[in-house]
């Protein structure tokens, strides 16, 4: 059981390819491709560019399509490993959200720690030190040694950083 | 002989104490980061950048490149002891390493691995202290088209030699123009492609990009294939290693092969990873041993580390002497001279000899070092793997994710990040290539600068690219090997067509 054919994938990327070049066109028209009083204009090399990635895109969608039957039956991914991935892909969408609210000490901690526990069955004592132990140390690392100040929430403001 | 009192004096820059701590630690972070899953040489480099940016530029610079080097490295333990390829370059190692650990010869296979990592990485060094002061000189002559033309021979090197489709690597390279393009024309002072967010004034900073495509894309992939990591024991005895030693002369053809694919690969940028699978294949073609290839042959393992390291390491000479790197790696580390305040070219040759020698010295140093650390700590590193995946995979990402914000203090290119992370599985998975993508986001704005002189030159024509010998000869060499596929093609056709009668 897969989730999508590898051809549907392939040919998608490809159209999205297309469209990005003719989005690149577009704008390089707009800001002007041509040659002005006083030299190439904004949109003189990037015009190239979209014309050869709108092409390249077609290029592929094409052969995709010529070898269409040839193609069926190989999966771009199954569920099982779908599923896998989505594990991964959302905590991390979460945790980017996250970020810009509570900090990136506290975000950390939460994902680590929710991770370990989701995925990897941990006790509490492991998790609890994995998910405090990295945050303290990129806090040594960057706020104190480097001086590098990274983002932080609320818990920090509170504790005075 | 100029090269070798400017390279004593870099000796003097790289072996002050400070250097050495750094070119210690550096080493250390590298081989780490090349046996984790999901962090690489460029990625690595890319995330620790940013804690470079108060350091003097020669110690940062000497401290990136050592983490090239133990990425480089580490990439062969991973390979030999859990058949998992750390870094795209040892994939080839895997074929004959891993059958030599399972047959109980992991020693032996990681003794000659590093060998010949440190070998290639050597003959490409010399060649940087001879050949790099050469080229610089010679490109001080160059104009905007003969700059164009060598970065058009760059890219054409990629569709026509690489291994991918050349339509996914036109496709790669071309998304890397244009999102370089993105952002405030600094000629005209024309917003491109920014559809009126704020966000994209600054364009897209090819750190980013490699963070996301490299890092968060390869954990993806990893947790797609749900690995459990079982690994042979690392254990290194010193009698082992002097008897592979004493082995591995006997196998100087194959390595001086190896070391000229690599060091060619490496300087019109074909990269480390083609390098070791060509290397690989020519060794298989000539050796006497050549069917038993896959079934742990130390040659199998000789050929593609030195020919991978050879390439990494000759890489850094065209984006020293023209500030046009061989490999995203040496584009990361050519984005954090222009960090620094150091334009790569060939007047870096002239006005900043002190940081070049030093650079180049503390290639000698590095690698040497980086041998005798990664034999003596093999288990450690090995011990490192066995941390589960679930622990290790939120760590990085979290890494990543520090690193993408360092990068410029903005949330955004977190967000973006994540963005390239998935457009890095797809691509990935649908064999795109993620190097010309990369290359042709940190030339873009160099390229189109060098394109445009061209043309406000010549006033819009296209002849100034065969106006003298040299950028005619350059921009034809480019096209030759640009259509190199069809050519090869068309070749073997006529081949292959009946005799006339």
Redesign the interface.
Request: proline letters at 6%; hydrophobic letters at 60%; a negative charge.
């Given at each position: 059981m897969t989730a999508a054919a590898?051809r549907w994938?392939?040919l998608v990327?490809?159209l999205l390819?297309t469209v990005?070049?003719v989005?690149?066109l577009g704008?390089?028209y707009r800001?002007?491709a041509s040659?002005d009083a006083d030299?190439?204009?904004?949109?003189?090399?990037?015009h190239i560019?979209?014309w050869?990635?709108a092409g390249?895109?077609l290029?592929?969608a094409g052969?995709t399509l010529l070898k269409w039957r040839a193609l069926a039956g190989k999966p771009?991914?199954s569920w099982?490993?779908l599923k896998?991935?989505l594990?991964?892909?959302v905590?991390?969408?979460v945790?980017?959200a996250l970020?810009?609210f509570i900090g990136?000490y506290l975000a950390?901690a939460l994902?680590?720690g929710s991770?370990?526990i989701w995925?990897?069955k941990?006790r509490w004592l492991p998790t609890v030190l994995?998910s405090l132990g990295?945050p303290v140390a990129?806090f040594l690392l960057?706020e104190v040694w480097?001086?590098?100040?990274?983002?932080k929430g609320p818990l920090e403001h509170w504790l005075g950083y | 002989m100029e090269e070798i009192s400017s390279l004593l004096q870099g000796f003097a820059v790289a072996l002050s104490y400070k250097n050495l701590l750094f070119m210690l630690i550096g080493i250390l972070l590298g081989v780490l980061i090349g046996v984790l899953p999901g962090l690489g040489g460029a990625n690595g480099v890319a995330i620790l950048l940013?804690?470079t940016f108060?350091m003097p530029p020669t110690s940062a610079i000497i401290m990136l490149s050592c983490i090239y080097w133990g990425a480089l490295f580490g990439g062969a333990i991973t390979s030999i002891l859990f058949n998992i390829p750390g870094e795209p370059w040892s994939v080839a190692t895997t074929f004959d390493g891993y059958p030599m650990a399972q047959q109980g010869r992991a020693g032996e296979a990681l003794t000659a691995a590093f060998t010949s990592s440190f070998v290639g990485a050597l003959f490409a060094v010399v060649l940087i202290t001879f050949l790099a002061p050469l080229v610089a000189r010679f490109a001080l002559k160059f104009g905007p088209p003969e700059y164009f033309s060598i970065q058009l021979l760059t890219f054409c090197s990629f569709i026509g030699m690489g291994r991918e489709?050349p339509?996914?690597t036109?496709?790669a390279m071309?998304?890397g123009?244009?999102l370089a393009?993105v952002g405030l024309?600094t000629?005209?002072g024309?917003?491109?492609?920014t559809f009126g967010r704020t966000e994209l004034l600054q364009g897209f900073d090819f750190l980013i990009a490699v963070i996301g495509l490299f890092g968060?894309g390869e954990?993806?992939l990893t947790?797609?294939?749900?690995l459990s990591f079982q690994g042979k024991s690392g254990k290194i005895d010193p009698k082992i290693v002097l008897r592979t030693w004493a082995r591995l002369p006997k196998l100087w053809v194959t390595s001086l092969r190896s070391c000229l694919i690599g060091c060619w690969m490496g300087i019109t940028p074909g990269g480390a990873t083609p390098a070791s699978f060509m290397s690989y294949g020519m060794a298989r073609r000539f050796s006497k041993s050549g069917n038993k290839f896959g079934e742990g042959q130390i040659e199998g393992v000789v050929a593609p580390e030195t020919a991978a390291h050879a390439a990494g390491t000759s890489a850094l000479l065209p984006m020293l002497t023209l500030g046009i790197p061989g490999s995203p790696t040496a584009a990361v580390l050519l984005g954090g001279l222009l960090i620094w305040g150091l334009q790569p070219g060939p007047l870096l040759f002239v006005e900043k000899k002190d940081f070049v020698w030093g650079l180049i010295a503390s290639m000698y140093l590095g690698n040497i070092a980086g041998l005798l650390i990664v034999l003596t700590t093999v288990p450690w590193w090995a011990a490192i793997l066995r941390i589960?995946f679930?622990?290790i995979?939120?760590?990085i990402?979290?890494i990543c994710?520090?690193g993408a914000?360092?990068v410029h203090?903005n949330?955004f290119d977190?967000?973006m990040m994540?963005v390239f992370?998935?457009v890095g599985?797809?691509?990935k998975?649908?064999k795109?290539p993620l190097a010309p993508l990369v290359l042709a986001l940190v030339l873009g704005d160099m390229a189109?600068t060098a394109?445009?002189q061209s043309?406000?030159l010549s006033a819009?024509s296209l002849s100034i690219f065969w106006s003298n010998g040299l950028v005619g000869s350059i921009v034809t060499l480019a096209l030759l090997i640009l259509s190199w596929p069809l050519l090869s093609r068309l070749i073997a056709g006529w081949r292959d067509r009946p005799a006339p009668a």
């Open positions: 590898t994938v392939e990327v490809a390819i990005a070049g989005v690149v704008d390089s800001v002007g040659w030299g190439p204009q904004a949109g003189y090399f990037p560019i979209g050869i990635l390249a895109g290029w592929i052969k771009f991914v099982v490993e896998l991935v594990t991964m892909l905590p991390t969408l945790y980017v970020l810009a990136i950390s994902y680590i991770f370990m995925q990897g941990y994995v990295v990129l960057f480097f001086l590098v100040p990274l983002p | 940013p804690l108060t489709a339509g996914k036109i496709a071309m998304l123009f244009a393009a024309d000629v005209t024309t917003l491109r492609m968060l954990i993806f947790m797609e294939e749900g589960p679930s622990i995979a939120p760590v990402v979290v994710a520090v914000y360092t203090n949330l977190v967000v994540l992370g998935v599985y797809v691509f998975k649908l795109y189109e394109f445009r043309m406000l819009g």
